[in-house]
Each structure stands twice: as structure tokens, then as C-alpha cells.
């Protein structure tokens, strides 16, 4: 729906442009409340337009109403449009760059003029930002990396964007006369944070030409360019600048070629030597005999014409060379192929495991819907308890709670529980880490809480030494269940904090306090490799979509998928508890 993200995109930087202009803070509140309820929304927005209903969509008030019915009739915005012209176009994409906000862009902008990425960048190298209050050179230090990040990002699409392209691509070839099965292959089947291109393999069965789907795949709409077509293969370059490239192979090859071209390169080396170690040969055709293969004819647009051990699955090709299924989300090589060899891949944790969402917002802050709302979504996805968290009073621009207006939350979620059954209810809090490790509120606040997530927002280029000494603080803090998004890093925006994790897993398996992974993109924090540290370190993991709406729900999928990479099971994470272990868990640390 690349109309809903065009909204949320042009609501987002609405909102910038209001704070570079020094706007009341409220506004630009307000509009970045839509740009997620936009960027969260499970339907077409035209389709609210069309029925009318945009009235009934929590969060999108009287002005962004009109700003949304204007862009889906136009494709503009007049209002966005005459605020945009009140600052120079340059500054929009400087938004982009790590450890530069609307505060600082608009203190650039009006004390040394700088107006663009490239004067910025030229500006540090001629000292131009020197004497500038309250831009010292640590921070000029963080704005250089945040340049190189910006550079760096343009290379590889993280997944959350590279999944919704990937997913309209598949399910056009889907639709194609021949294609019995198809799936995609590559790094983001494996699920991996940053995607370079998006591979797609097909199995064709034989009453048509491999030829016929290629060239039917380079006209989808949304292909901008093509880069090459040809008998078995095509790629594309899309709409968003994702390459795509298409493999068709017949059906019965279809399970060796997903399997080769989802790889790792370094999980197929390893399988290949295995294979020559049993007399056999693994290629994108299928597991043959070394001595059969050969012998026989091999062309690079079809299988060799000898009979393959195994081809036709995944499974059948693992099988054949003794060894467990092996998780797509697992080949990295990383002990994965030994553990198949022994009988003891783990039991991969799955959507189905989990039992309830402990990290999510509502309108007491800065979410679109209800406590009601959220807790009747969360109802329906099956959950057995939902923790309302909202922010503390530090988050300003989030609409954080004060403690007065806390405890009265308080009161209304535990209301809401009561009135709702079938789903328990934990009246919480997300409060923030101060710099040093304090929280947000103090513990004659934290012991009326249900549950308390505690995570860090600011001041996100600590040292090591003291960023760790800041999560520890609030680790040993006996009210805190859970640490969230605990680096606070964003996929190709910003690195987050440096954080000595030998220390911190100690400290958390210690205490009983969980670490989350922060299934809302692109946070994804913890990454896949920490959350395995964390989990061999004796951790509990805690998956949790940061849910600022019902959508919001849906990004469990991601968080689920770095705890799939991490080798985590059910066991390993708090959220697939049942509610009574789950209390069990609270009460041990309090």
C-alpha cells in the first residue's frame, strides 16, 4: 500500500518542518501521531477516503483529514506544500542523518545558513560549525558518522521495506499461468536486517515456457527499469530502486534451487563439502551422484539429464544428506549444519507461541487507539494479556505522562480489565532512562505498576563505559521488568549505544529482568547476534512490537524473525509464557 507510506512519509515530514520552524510542539505531535497510524494501517487508505470513513479512524483529526482526501484526489498537499516553501528544500533530506533533529537542522539552517546535506558535509571540513552553541565537537563527531550511515544506507534496503516490495512482486507471480510454486529466496529469507537485491525462484511446470514467465515478470507494474530477460532468469530494478531477480526452474528442481539461492554462501560451502564427503554433488539443480553427474550433460538453463537423489524439496535435500531440516533463518554457518548433523536444532520459536504483547501505547500518549481498542485487538490475535505502556514524563513529544496522570491510566486500564474479559490487562509504563541510569520516575511511583518497561531515548552517544553503567542502574532496579529497544539503534539511521554486554546479560540473568527485542521497525533491537549472546549468556528475551496502534500488532512478525535468527525457543522468551509464570516471573524480582 504505497499510498498509506507515501501519507505516513509526508506526515512525518510535516511534522519536521514544524519543529524546524518552531511551531507549537503540539502540532507537530499530532501530525506524527497520523504519519504512524498511517505507516501501521492494515487497509488502503483510498478506501477510506472512498467510503467516507475517515472519520472514524482514531487520530486523524479535521486538517490532516483534508490533507489526506487532497493527496489521495491529487497526489499533492497545498498545506504541506506551502509549509515546505517556508524552509529551504535542502533541509528535508538532512532529516535523515543520524544525530540530526529538526532542533539542531533549524539551529544550522539560521545560525551558519547551511541549507543542504552538502553544505553541512563541507562545512565540518572547513570548521564553520565551531563556537556553535550547543554543538560541540562530539556532536559534530556524531553528524560525520551520521553522513557516512546516510552514504552507507543507500546500498542495502533494511527489511521492513524490502519485505512489502518482495511480498507484491510474489504475489504477481503467483498469478502466472504455469507457476505452481514459488517463493522468495536469498538474504531476505533468511530474514537478515539489510537486504542488498530480493531473489525469487519459481517452479514451472512443463506445458509452458520458463521464457513466458521472465518476460511476463519484467512487465509487472512497478518495474522501473530492466537490467536483463532471458530464457530462465530476468532482473529488475523497482519503483523503489530493489533490484529483483527472478529464477524459473521446473518444479520437480524446485526445492534445490530455493535452497541454493537462499543460502548463506557460507551455510552452502559447508553443505556442498558434506555432500563430496558421501560421494555426491549439490548444485542448483539438486543433490546428484558425483560419478552419475559427471557424466551427463550439463547446461546452465536446465537440470542434467541424470536422476537427482533429491530435488523436489528443501527437506528431501536436507534428508539426503543426513541431516535435520535446517531453518532458512538459521544458515548462516554459524553451528547450524553440526546441530542438524547431532539430532539438536532447537525448536525454533513461531507466531503461534506467543501469549501476549508487553510493550504497547495508547492515546494517554502518543498511540491512535484506546486502551479498550488495543486490548480488543489483542483479544482477538488470541493473546492472553496485553501490557498498556505508556511514556513517561520525560518524552514531551510523545505526550508523556506526569505521575498524577499516570496513576489516573492506571486506574482506567485496570478498569478496562475488569470490564474486558478473556485477556488480562497489566497497567504499566514505558519510563525512560535518564543519562545517568536514573529513571524517569521514582520507586513509590514504579511499585503501583503492573509491569514496567524501561528504555532508553536520548543521549544515544554515551561511551561504553557510561551507557553501561546507565542500563545496569536501571537493571538493578527492582520495579523494572524489562529493558526496551536496549541499544536504541535504528537500521541504517543510527548506530545506538555501545553497550559492554557481558556486563549487562550478568546483570540481567542476575536480577530477572528481561531484554527486549523490539520487533518495531527498523529498531529491531536487540539484533539477532546480541539476542543469541544474551540467550547463551542465561538471559530472558522479551518480544514485544512497540505497538502505537491496533496495525501496530502486525510488526510482531519482524521481532519474531531476529529471535528465530538468535536460535531463541519458546523457553527463551517471557511473552510465550502462560499469564500465571508470567506473574511468577514479576514477583521473583519484586
Sequence with gaps: MSLNNDLSDLFKTFAAIMEIKGEAVFKAIAFSKVARVLNDMTFDIK????????????GIGKSSRKIIE?????????????????????????????????????????????????????AIVDGKLAGLKGIGDKKIEQIKQGLTMREQAGKRLGIGDAQIVAEEFLRQLLTLKGVEIADIAGSLRRRKETIGDVDLIAGVVTSVTMESITKAFTQFPGVARILGQG??????????????????VPVDHFGAAIQYFTGSKEHNIKLRGLAQDKGLTLNEWGLYQLSEYDKAKKETAQPPAVKAVASKTEADVYRALGLEYIEPELREDRGEIEAAQAGKLPALITRADIRGDLHTHTTASDGANTIEQMAEAAKKLGYAYLAITDHSKSQMIA????????LKHVEAIRRADEKIKGIKLLAGCEVDILVDGSLDFDESVLKELDWVVASPHVSLRQDAAKATARILRAIETRYVNVIGHPTGRLINQREGLPLEFAKIFEAASRTGTALEINAGYP?????????RAAI?????????????SVEGFDWMFFGIQVARRAWATPANVINCMNYKSLQQFIDRKR
Design 47 to 58: 478506501d477510506a477516503v472512498e467510503k467516507g470513513t475517515l472519520d472514524e479512524i482514531e
Design 70 to 122: 487532497e493527496f489521495v484526489a491529487t497526489g499533492r498537499s497545498s498545506d504541506f506544500d506551502d509549509a515546505a516553501k517556508a524552509v529551504p528544500a535542502g533541509l528535508i533530506p538532512m532529516l535523515q542523518i543520524s544525530g540530526l533533529g529538526p532542533k539542531t537542522i533549524a539551529l544550522l539552517w539560521k545560525e551558519r545558513g547551511i541549507t543542504c546535506v552538502e553544505e553541512l558535509a563541507k
Design 231 to 248: 530464457p530462465s532468469k530476468a532482473s529488475i530494478v523497482t519503483d523503489q530502486n530493489l533490484q529483483i531477480d527472478l529464477r524459473t
Design 399 to 406: 505526550n508523556g505522562l506526569t505521575a498524577e496522570r499516570l
Design 523 to 531: 529498531r529491531l533491537d536487540l539484533t539477532d547476534t546480541i539476542a
Design 536 to 548: 547463551d549468556a542465561g538471559c530472558m528475551l522479551s518480544i514485544n512490537t512497540d505497538a502505537h
